[in-house]
């Protein structure tokens, strides 16, 4: 399953070529690596009748059904490697995926496309389909369980006296915010009866045995380093036990004036005492592998910089800010570079990765589309002007950025420019939101499709030194 910018050939016909053109490249080598359907089957085996992960074994003829749940933005690659592996030993699957590609094949596994960032209602027909086949398990039964970033929204299925329409409320408030994803979860997870640990739940009490695979689009998990080797701490998704607390959910609430905005059922339900409204914390029994997280996209791209012999540094892999302005931060250092070369002389590559957020308090504001990447390559094109041939890539690593179906931006030291010649106002276009319509019109949108990872925002800067213009050196 390869990876490949779509609109790579497009991009490379606006701005800085050169710069252009190791940006998307070192993007493309990292996307491959992380792909999720290569990471699994490099770990995940049937040999005979038995099922290996790195060095654990199971016998699979002990087990009476097999079963694969699935849900995430790169729940697709994942649940095809797991299917192809199994076979015939794979009994039912269900998979709730946000974009379902025409070369998404499956043989025995049912797939629903969930909503997202906003849950939808297909979302929520596929978790009562998943309740029942779990209710159907029994202790002889194997849950193979496959998960990555956007499960909270995909998989929707809010707790006894609150909506489905409360819950898509909800999501638009607390994800326009400004809050970071943690925060956001505290509230998502103890309103669902799916999320937070809640799934697995279910299934322990069924007395079936679970393996889960991960991708962590957290901040501040370290590199996945060895990933056959189980994840002894392993938090969140459906899958996990829950780090958040009702307390934890009370607090973001009151942090970000949230209790006028939010919908009063569920403000009363995280507000009011009650059994049974706390998250599970623990699952020893079960097994669970950590096939990406978030800074592996800084390794891998450390390591396609290597292979071109230049030098590059990871700035951060910690970024929760605000997009627009964590990308004139990224100016600011290439000029930085440029001018002085520190922290690195150039030409060189910048590294950076995290999840920026962007804070929108009134909807009536927003008169376009757009996603934070988007906003953090418009962010630099603002200030890079004075940076001759640099260039910034930002994506979201699983092909989908905020409400669009782009990855991303791309802008260099002519966007500017290219954005006041297609009659685009930068700073009108970052306050009303509607950066897709901006890189449009400037070859600044990047699109990828299907990454099959999820570890959320992917950044590259490139500095050349300064005597290179347009492409070419003086």
């Not at 045995?209 to 938090?235: A, C, H, M, Q």
């Not at 260099?412 to 939101?433: F, I, N, Q, W």
Request: glycine share 10%; hydrophobic share 35%; net charge negative.
């Amino acid at each position: 399953m390869s990876v490949e910018i779509k609109n790579k050939h497009q991009l490379l016909t606006a701005g800085v070529p050169e710069s252009r053109k190791i940006v998307l490249e070192i993007t493309e080598e990292v996307l491959e690596k992380l792909n999720a359907y290569g990471r699994i089957r490099s770990v995940m085996r049937v040999e005979g009748s038995s099922l290996k992960i790195g060095d654990k074994c199971w016998d699979l003829t002990q087990r009476e059904h097999i079963y694969l749940i699935g849900a995430g933005k790169a729940c697709n690659a994942m649940a095809k490697a797991v299917e192809e592996i199994l076979g015939d030993f794979l009994t039912d699957g269900i998979a709730v995926v946000k974009i379902q590609e025409p070369e998404d094949g499956f043989k025995r596994i049912r797939v629903y496309t969930g909503g997202h960032p906003i849950p939808n209602e297909e979302g929520y027909r596929a978790c009562m389909e998943i309740r029942k086949m779990i209710g159907q398990a029994s202790s002889g039964d194997l849950f193979i369980c496959v998960m990555s970033g956007g499960s909270s929204a995909l998989m929707s299925y809010p707790v006894e006296g609150i909506t489905l329409q409360e819950e898509m409320e909800a999501t638009d408030v607390l994800l326009k915010s400004g809050a970071g994803i943690r925060e956001i979860n505290a509230v998502r997870r103890h309103i669902s009866g799916m999320n937070g640990g809640r799934m697995a739940e279910l299934i322990r009490d069924r007395g079936a045995e679970l393996i889960g695979f991960n991708i962590s689009d957290s901040v501040g998990n370290p590199p996945t380093g060895d990933i056959s080797i189980p994840w002894k701490r392993f938090y969140g998704t459906p899958m996990g036990p829950d780090q958040t607390t009702l307390k934890d959910a009370c607090r973001m609430i009151c942090d970000y004036n949230l209790r006028e905005r939010l919908p009063q059922s569920i403000v009363a339900y995280l507000e009011t005492p009650g059994e049974g409204k706390e998250t599970p914390k623990e699952f020893p029994k079960n097994t669970y592998y950590q096939i990406n997280t978030l800074p592996d996209s800084c390794v891998y791209a450390m390591e396609a910089a290597k292979k071109r012999k230049v030098p590059a540094i990871v700035l951060t892999t910690f970024i929760e800010e605000e997009a627009k302005e964590a990308g004139a931060m990224m100016a600011s250092v290439a000029r930085q570079i440029q001018e002085y070369g520190q922290p690195v002389p150039p030409p060189c590559l910048v590294f950076s990765a995290g999840e920026a957020v962007t804070t929108i308090m009134d909807n009536s504001r927003v008169r376009g589309h757009g996603g934070p990447s988007q906003e953090m390559a418009l962010g630099f094109a603002l200030k890079a002007s004075a940076v001759e041939g640099a260039c910034f890539l930002s994506i979201d690593s699983e092909g989908t950025d905020g409400s669009t179906d782009a990855a991303g931006g791309i802008a260099d030291s002519e966007s500017l420019k290219a954005l006041a010649e297609a009659g685009v106002d930068a700073y009108r276009t970052l306050r009303e939101h509607s950066g897709f319509e901006a890189l449009t019109k400037a070859g600044g949108i990047v699109y990828t499709g299907n990454t099959g990872t999820n570890v959320c925002d992917f950044n590259v800067l490139y500095v050349p030194p300064k005597q290179f213009v347009d492409g070419k050196k003086e």
